[in-house]
């Protein structure tokens, strides 16, 4: 549990980091003169370094291994923040920001396989959840943060992305008190002897049968099918699983809403003021959501997360269309159903995603599965995120949220026709299941 939690605060940097630029964005484009281009890039250059970074994810994990690659990680967040917050020119601030996106792309392949891979199969649910819950806590974390610095004046902007590096050390630190994982010291180092000292740990009732299980893994796996290719015949349905997961969490609008609330809120006629309170609650909603998810998960099932969570963004989000189509705004209806919306979002999608794609790969090609699926959700995610604006601006807003909700059809009928459920199971049952069947 506590080597758990250590890692989980890679997911607390990894929102944190995020989300602080939103308080920053505009004091920097005027203190630089920015371009809008240019403005753009600045926001953006660590949504490429996050996609280069899950790409690359599974080589340091695999060669390195997962504790090593969390030195990284914690590293690149710690010198983004102060190199960012210390930048003399235009040109070190976007490296330094490029490079706390790598630190998001690899924590996001990292941390939740190392967290799966030392978790008890009854508890793994909630223990990798625990990842979510802190991304949504470092979301939350950083608009407080920036909205007490802002009181500061007009270097306030460089404070607001300093701060970041007092979690960060803290991280680097505590990584030094956990243990490698023990699937990785068998499969990669044949290290039996120190895996067994950590299997003991993790389960002190059947570490020999676990130990047992994770070598006939290994031995089952000859070493031209250890160098293989993710994309072949045999890996075929955890592949597909990952990547349609992957792509349906970014269809949902997820990243728009999160990124253009405020732009959302104003498009249904709210002001700035109240679009910024409106925001703040989705931070809130987000969180609460994420924490009833997390602690629920391992009793009640992946599976059913999803289906009760599909259902009900498809409600919330027709009702957001149908508002824009009627332009009948009512007050506060769109940020109502908004609202709603993050919440099955945050008590299924937001919760499982990490969670699912860590669990379904065979131990052998666990970090090249958790980077595939890593890196779609981040390329989607940029292409959601980049292309929203235009929808909106030519589509309108019903168009925009029916084509969110009509792609939230499909997650129903996939999830409901062909997630398999991973509770309670260890990870080579479910490899066996998910192979085999």
């Not at 998960?297 to 599976?303: L, Q, S």
């Not at 009948?328 to 769109?334: L, M, P, Q, W, Y």
């Amino acid at each position: 549990m506590a080597w758990s939690m250590v890692v989980a605060l890679g997911g607390f940097l990894f929102g944190f980091d995020t989300a602080v630029i939103s308080g920053a964005e505009k004091s920097i484009q005027q203190f630089w003169h920015l371009s809008v281009f240019e403005h753009g890039l600045t926001i953006s250059i660590a949504l490429i370094g996050t996609v280069i970074g899950s790409l690359l994810g599974s080589r340091p994990s695999d060669y390195f291994g997962r504790k090593n690659t969390l030195y990284f990680v914690a590293i690149a967040y710690l010198f983004a923040s102060l190199g960012t917050a210390l930048a003399d020119n235009w040109y070190i601030f976007m490296v330094f920001r490029f490079l706390g996106g790598l630190g998001v792309g690899a924590s996001s392949v990292t941390a939740p396989i190392y967290i799966s891979e030392v978790s008890p199969a009854d508890k793994r649910g909630r223990l990798v959840g625990l990842f979510q819950f802190n991304v949504v806590l470092g979301i939350l974390i950083s608009y407080l943060s920036n909205y007490l610095i802002s009181q500061l004046g007009d270097a306030s902007w460089r404070l607001m992305l300093g701060v970041q590096a007092v979690p960060s050390l803290i991280f680097l630190m505590l990584i030094r008190f956990i243990p490698e994982s023990p699937r990785w010291l068998i499969l990669k180092k044949m290290d039996f002897e120190k895996a067994l000292a950590i299997l003991k740990i993790i389960n002190p009732l059947n570490f020999n049968e676990e130990l047992t299980s994770i070598r006939n893994s290994k031995l089952d796996s000859s070493p031209r099918r250890n160098a293989e290719s993710l994309f072949t015949a045999q890996y075929k349905k955890p592949v597909i699983l990952a990547m349609l997961f992957a792509f349906f969490n970014q269809v949902s609008g997820i990243n728009a809403i999160i990124y253009y609330a405020p732009r959302i809120f104003e498009m249904a006629g709210l002001g700035a003021h109240s679009s910024l309170l409106s925001t703040l609650g989705i931070g809130m909603v987000n969180f609460i959501f994420t924490l009833l998810a997390i602690n629920i998960i391992d009793k009640v099932g992946r599976k059913v997360l999803m289906l009760i969570g599909s259902t009900g963004l498809i409600v919330s989000l027709l009702l957001v269309a149908i508002t824009f189509y009627s332009g009948n705004f009512s007050g506060f209806a769109i940020p109502a159903y908004i609202m709603v919306f993050i919440a099955f979002f945050a008590f299924s999608q937001g919760a499982v995603i990490w969670v699912f794609i860590s669990e379904i790969f065979p131990n052998q090609i666990r970090a090249k599965g958790q980077t595939l699926g890593s890196s779609t959700h981040w390329i989607m995610a940029a292409l959601i995120a980049f292309s929203f604006p235009w929808f909106a601006e030519n589509l309108g807003g019903a168009t925009t949220f029916f084509f969110f909700a009509s792609m939230m059809v499909l997650q129903l009928i996939f999830v409901w026709r062909w997630m398999p459920e991973t509770k309670g199971k260890s990870l080579e049952q479910i490899e066996t299941n998910i192979l085999m069947h």
